[in-house]
């Protein structure tokens, strides 16, 4: 088992909230690692919601198409996403993942950071145990246009 740490976000469906679209920036500048990548397994949910300061996370499988930001990032990843009631991520009866958006095959821009697991911390190895935190701005598909919104805050940031 590992140990996670706090990360940022993931985005997933075309309909946003208005959060992430003036959130984006903040995102894409305050985030280490930022991904695009395909899902290729969704784990067992836990049993119970998160609740307070105990988080219960699904861990999902993704192949990484693209690595935006970041490095060292390991062709696989597995990131765990936490189970808040009330979240748009989450089904709204059971504690797991909505399986409109972890599906396997489903492409998604990932905002996340690496956590302090072992695996991750071996000389040498590159980073493939993450986790997203932020449910509030989740719906940003894997598309060349969201992808370009997100180079283009990048380039922007290297030319100041």
């Given amino acids: 088992m590992f140990t996670l740490l706090v990360i940022f976000g993931l985005f997933s469906n075309g309909n946003h909230n208005s959060g992430c679209s003036e959130n984006l920036q903040k995102f894409v500048s305050s985030t280490p690692y930022i ?8 784990s067992k949910p836990p049993t119970n919601w998160s609740r307070s300061f105990i988080f219960n ?3 999902v ?7 935006l930001k970041g490095s060292d990032v390991a062709d ?11 979240l748009s991520t989450v089904d709204g ?25 072992k695996t991750n911390s071996i000389p040498g190895n590159k980073k493939s145990e993450f986790i997203e935190s932020d449910g509030n701005c989740i719906e940003m598909p894997s598309s060349e246009s969201n992808i ?8 922007a940031e290297v030319q100041r």
Avoid: C, W
């Fill in 76 to 86: 696989t990843i597995s990131v765990g996403h936490a189970i808040v009631k009330g």
């Fill in 148 to 155: 370009k919104r997100v180079n283009s805050i990048l380039n």
């Fill in 93 to 117: 009866k059971n504690p797991q993942l909505s399986r409109d958006i972890f599906f396997v095959g489903s492409k998604l821009i990932l905002f996340v950071d690496a956590t302090n697991s």
């Fill in 61 to 67: 499988t993704y192949k990484v198409n693209k690595v």
């Fill in 57 to 59: 996370y699904q861990i």
């Fill in 35 to 42: 991904v695009e990548a395909e899902i290729e397994d969704v």
